[in-house]
């Protein structure tokens, strides 16, 4: 499933806990309250999330609904000094960074339905790239800079499109009956990582970035989603529910060495996404009562929600800024 779907299937649920008792969904103290600015933590966790914070580095952009609609925000590393980027009525998700850190591509709604935006670092400049009557979602830069992978329903269902960096040249990778979403690029720029449904059940598959060699990494009954590559290329992290609920696992690209990193059968963790220089996972888990932002080192160790709010946070998208 992609994770713009799952997003949708999740919006009501989203939606009751970001209003929480009583709440409006746009008012009242949500409405004035940034993300992490929530729950305390333990004496623990506060001395585990010292640690941690301590060698995290750069930025995150992230989906809160913490205003009552999802909007992206960035932070620090850390959690600290979260921003609302969008600060929009309608619906903004599936945040990327590019490259260089200083853009960052999303999709929206907000002229009526789901388009590729793109905005400088500070969420000033916003431009609209994809201008199609269809949704065009899950937006992905390749490592130079100069293309944009993303998801498109144009033809009738979800295939994976790229398109050049400014909107023009879209080209299609996947053509298939049923739904291939979340592309993500490896880091030479030489394949593409994304989700397909075309074995029956949401699967990560690895084709060269001309949309050739398709190939299924994961081949499991269970739901595989989710995929993100690490910097050196040497791993893909995913969420999978082959455990029970979700958990994130990471593979080799060929498919081999699959390793399971969290391991929380009662709640769901997903949508990771790697440090720049590898060194740890922001990932979005459910164990605190509703979805927020995490960290974890690649070993599953140093697990720690950065967000810490009672509205839900999700699909975070790491960069170092230049």
Known sequence: MSRWLAVLAMAPVLLAAACGDGGDGGGGDGADRTPTEGTP????????????????????????IVDGNPEVFAMDADGSDAK??????????????????????????????????????????????TRDAA???????????????????RDGNAEIYVMNADGSGPTRLTENDTDDSSPVWSADGEQIAFVSKR???????????????QTNITQNEASDSGPDWSPDGSLIAFHSSRGGGADIYTIKPDGS???????DVEHNDSLPSWSPDGGFIAFTSDR???TEVYVMEPDGSGQTNLT???????????????
């Open 41 to 64: 933590r333990s004496e623990a966790a506060r001395a585990t999330a010292t640690a941690i914070a301590s060698k995290l580095k750069g930025k995150l952009v992230f989906v809160s």
């Open 84 to 129: 609302n980027l969008t600060d929009h009525g309608l619906n903004d998700g599936a945040p990327a960074w590019s490259p260089d850190g200083d853009r960052i591509a999303f999709h929206s709604d907000r002229d009526g339905n789901m388009e590729i935006y793109v905005m400088k670092a500070d969420g000033s400049g916003i431009q609209r790239l």
């Open 135 to 153: 949704n065009d979602t899950e937006p992905a830069w390749s490592p130079d800079g100069e293309r944009i992978a993303f998801v498109a329903q």
């Open 199 to 213: 074995d029956g059940n949401p699967e990560v598959y690895v084709m060269a970035a001309d949309g050739s060699a």
């Open 257 to 263: 060495g699959l390793a399971r990193v969290t391991e």
């Open 288 to 290: 605190d009562g509703n």
């Open 308 to 322: 810490l709010d009672s509205a839900p946070n999700r699909e975070p998208d790491w960069a170092e800024p230049q």
